[in-house]
């Protein structure tokens, strides 16, 4: 038995023309060079919709997907012994089959495997010089799991079944197994699986460390600037890269500066965008980058890499954002995420990746809803300019960039978004409230902790001589205020709330007392009964 012994954590080479700039023209695209027994080898895309074919070009040209109707995706190939193996994706829609190519026997397969939302490019198991098995990431259940299969046996095995999606593997011969060693967002695993037997045991786990919640009060970094800078974290959009070279100026996250300075005041931003990233680098980076570079809003634009590259399923991906938002409301951030901007070099050619990216955004959009977080939907905005194709002018050209990206006006669109989505979340509600000279029987002086958004306008205060109704208002945008009192009105009670430029209101601070002869902070109202 002989494995080929690599990593499937981001090997595959699906769409490789995006990736080189290699697309041929819009009929006809190069997959990839290769050689096998010292001759050459392309593998070229052809679309002809509603089919896309996959073609081998060298001693004779063949269309590897003759009579696999639908679309045929390319997901990379395999060197084994004295052998090679082409894998592609058959998509119909909804549905998935995986297919190869053995190039020894000069054939074709599409394997008889069902129910599967998403199938990663295969490891290869061989004994001597045929195809024993293949291991994949696959998956049946809303996440990714670890899968053996043996095509002329049609025989599948589901190695693991974990609550959460592995992100990748790597497989040893040993002992006259597997040994499988995986890895997820939390913990990285070892087995051991013996074919034979078809058992399949754990060997080692271990655990990631755990990263606790934030409390920004305490945090040294703290100050009036840290309430009004916001990250981008993303990828090469969020990076700047228009026609081939990053683009600050023209970046979205400069252009929300200007618009901010007209509806929310001056404001700075972070660029965490990496060019390439799909969202599990991201989750593997978020930490560490939001310990390195403190904010109060966290904006999301990270996944359309996931959605042409097929190394996990939108489930995975979604996890992996998942992932990345609860690492900043640990931090106490606000956050904004976005769904997806299109592309429209070949890889728009698929149907598969326009369902992929239509999917992917309407699951941010649910997540979103979920985390309590807010969202815009960058994807619904390109797509609603000028349709049908106007969308197709808010991205780069194909000549001197890939078609991948947004253009100036794309950036544009993206910070009028984000903009009044971050000048939309209400102000922060009063804090530290306290009574500077509680043995005063004349006066009351009340003061709480400044607000350093820059988008703040006045405290709201509501007061009574007595705990109900608070029927008195009066608005101050200091942070103290002075109250005399009378031998008649030895109390007072009140509450406060902050409100912005636009009108948005905090919630009210709990009702206080500010007669409280023993301490110096103003005391909650339902404290005294």
């Not at 026997?105 to 990663?120: E, K, N, Q, V, Y």
Request: aromatic share 12%; with cysteine.
């Amino acid at each position: 038995m002989k494995i080929n012994l690599k990593t499937t954590l981001a090997v595959s080479v699906f769409f490789a023309m995006t990736a080189n700039g290699l697309a041929v023209d819009q009929k006809t695209a190069l997959l990839e060079n290769f050689e096998f027994q010292g001759q050459p080898y392309s593998l070229s895309a052809d679309f002809s919709p509603p089919r896309a074919d996959i073609v081998l070009h060298g001693t004779s040209t063949i269309n590897l997907s003759a009579g696999m109707d639908g679309e045929n995706i390319y997901l990379g190939n395999r060197a084994g012994r004295d052998n090679r193996y082409a894998f592609w994706l058959n998509y119909s829609a909804p549905a998935i089959r995986l297919a190869y190519y053995d190039f020894r026997r000069d054939r074709s397969r599409l394997l008889a495997l069902s129910g599967f939302s998403f199938i990663g490019l295969p490891e290869i198991v061989e004994t001597g010089n045929d195809l024993l098995a293949l291991v994949f990431l696959g998956n049946r259940a809303k996440n990714d799991d670890l899968f053996y299969y043996e095509p002329e046996n049609d025989l599948l095995i589901q190695l693991t079944a974990t609550p959460f999606s592995e992100k990748g593997f790597q497989l040893l011969e040993k002992d006259g197994g597997l040994e499988i060693e995986t890895r997820s967002l939390w913990a990285r695993y070892r087995y051991h699986f013996d074919p034979r037997l078809q058992q399949i045991v754990l060997l080692e786990e271990t655990r990631f460390p755990v990263k606790g919640e934030t409390d920004r009060d305490d945090a040294k970094t703290i100050n009036a600037e840290y309430f009004n800078t916001f990250i981008g974290f993303g990828d090469s959009i969020t990076w700047g890269k228009i026609d081939g070279v990053q683009r600050l100026d023209l970046c979205f996250l400069k252009r929300m500066g200007d618009l901010l300075a007209e509806i929310y005041g001056p404001s700075s931003a972070i660029n965490l965008g990496v060019p390439g990233d799909q969202t599990f680098e991201g989750a593997l980076r978020v930490d560490q980058d939001l310990d390195l570079n403190p904010a109060f809003y966290f904006l999301l634009m990270l996944g359309v890499n996931d959605v042409w590259r097929t190394n996990f399923s939108l489930e995975s991906s979604l996890e992996n954002l998942e992932f990345i938002i609860d690492a900043a409301q640990a931090r106490q951030m606000r956050v904004i995420a976005s769904t997806l901007t299109p592309r429209k070099d070949v890889v728009s050619l698929y149907q598969y990746y326009w369902d992929q990216l239509y999917q992917l955004s309407d699951g941010i959009i649910q997540l979103a809803l979920r985390k309590n977080a807010a969202y815009i939907d960058t994807l619904n905005a390109f797509m609603s300019t000028d349709p049908p194709d106007g969308w197709k002018t808010l991205l780069e050209s194909t000549g001197a960039g890939k078609g991948n990206h947004p253009n100036a006006e794309g950036h544009l669109l993206i910070a009028s978004l984000f903009a009044p989505a971050l000048a939309a979340f209400p102000p922060l509600p009063p804090s530290g409230v306290q009574i500077l000279d509680p043995q005063n029987a004349y006066k009351i002086d009340a003061q709480w902790d400044a607000n350093f958004e820059s988008d703040f306008s006045h405290f709201a205060f509501e007061f009574a001589y007595k705990p109900s109704p608070l029927s008195q208002q009066l608005a101050t945008s200091d942070n103290h205020i002075t109250f005399t009192l009378f031998p008649f009105l030895p109390e007072l009670y009140f509450r406060l709330q902050t409100v912005d430029r636009g009108s948005h209101a905090s919630e009210f601070s709990t009702v206080y007392s500010a007669q409280k002869k023993n301490s110096t902070q103003a005391t909650p109202f339902w404290l005294k009964r």
